[in-house]
């Protein structure tokens, strides 16, 4: 079971990966973008709500802005504003987030949880990435907004750091690529291995659903098929856009009903 979202001009909004602060649209446009996809997923049974506070995304994004190191980065504004929104709805006990490379893919699911964005206290908020010295720069990067020391960062392989965490994943972010041309195929092994231990309802967001779809094939049977996964949405607000999925219920055989997909411009409820 599957549903796509598309905002309308997804293809033609365009972002310098090495300038990723500056302002692509005007606030309200991005606020739409976001709203739209939102309300498609909502409708889908990914998430249950649509509304964050806007004041605290605006703190975590500011915050971002002025204290982290960013080589360059994927993530455009609409999408920072997406992920976080997304975890300020879901509010994840446990966050891990797989391919962090200097830790703003990270803090951007984690913001909602961490730093002067969080909306909430997680038990768990993780970022893992292969590479130490990225990892590094990362712990700094998120040490740098969160005095309260609730973010954590591991520098190490991703699928062997799931395979001995011994607790629950609510969700996981997946943003790695693999080695030796493996690529974004390495997300099926990723969530294949965090999938025991995801509750029903928990969430897996995957990144460059749209620009790596065809990487992504294996990846999208296993989120798309329904006695696994009860509602999964392809997100275009961007060239890289993501997919979410959510865990169904054991017994559920289909999980939960899918309803019609809303496009960019849906009024969201009073
Ligand atoms: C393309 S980068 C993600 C960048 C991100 N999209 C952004 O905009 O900042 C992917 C990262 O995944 C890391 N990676 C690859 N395999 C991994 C694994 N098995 N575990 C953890 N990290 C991994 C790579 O080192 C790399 O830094």
Not at 125 to 149: F, L, Y
Request: include cysteine; aromatic fraction near 8%.
């Amino acid at each position: 079971m599957r549903s796509t979202h598309e905002a309308p001009n997804w293809r033609t909004y365009k972002m310098s990966y090495s300038d990723p602060h500056k302002e692509l649209e005007p606030e309200g446009d991005e606020i739409a973008v976001v709203d739209g996809a939102l309300v498609t997923l909502r409708d889908a049974g990914v998430i249950d709500d649509v509304s964050y506070d806007h004041a605290k995304f605006d703190a975590h994004r500011a915050a971002v802005r002025d204290n982290f190191d960013i080589p360059w980065t994927a993530i455009t504004p609409r999408m920072q504003r997406l992920l976080y929104a997304i975890n300020a709805i879901h509010k994840p006990e446990v966050m891990i987030a797989v391919g962090i490379f200097c830790g703003n893919t990270y803090i951007s699911n984690a913001g909602a949880g961490v730093g002067p964005g969080a909306v909430y206290t997680p038990r768990r908020s993780v970022g893992i990435e292969i590479r130490t010295e990225e990892a590094d720069r990362a712990r700094r990067n998120v040490a740098s907004i969160d005095p309260d020391g609730v973010g954590e960062i591991h520098g190490c392989d991703g699928i062997e750091w799931l395979r001995e965490f011994d607790d629950s994943v609510d969700l996981l972010y997946i943003d790695a690529d693999g080695r030796d041309g493996q690529g974004k195929r390495i997300y099926r092994e990723i969530a294949e291995t965090a999938l025991p231990k995801m509750p029903a309802g928990a969430l897996v967001i995957a990144h460059n659903s749209v620009n790596s779809a065809r990487d992504l094939a294996e990846y999208f049977a296993l989120v798309r098929d329904e006695s696994e996964f009860g509602a999964s949405v392809n997100v275009f607000i961007d060239g890289e856009g993501i997919e979410v999925s959510r865990k169904a219920p054991p017994s559920a055989g289909g999980g939960r009903k899918r309803t019609a997909s809303r496009r960019h411009g849906d009024a969201l409820p009073p």
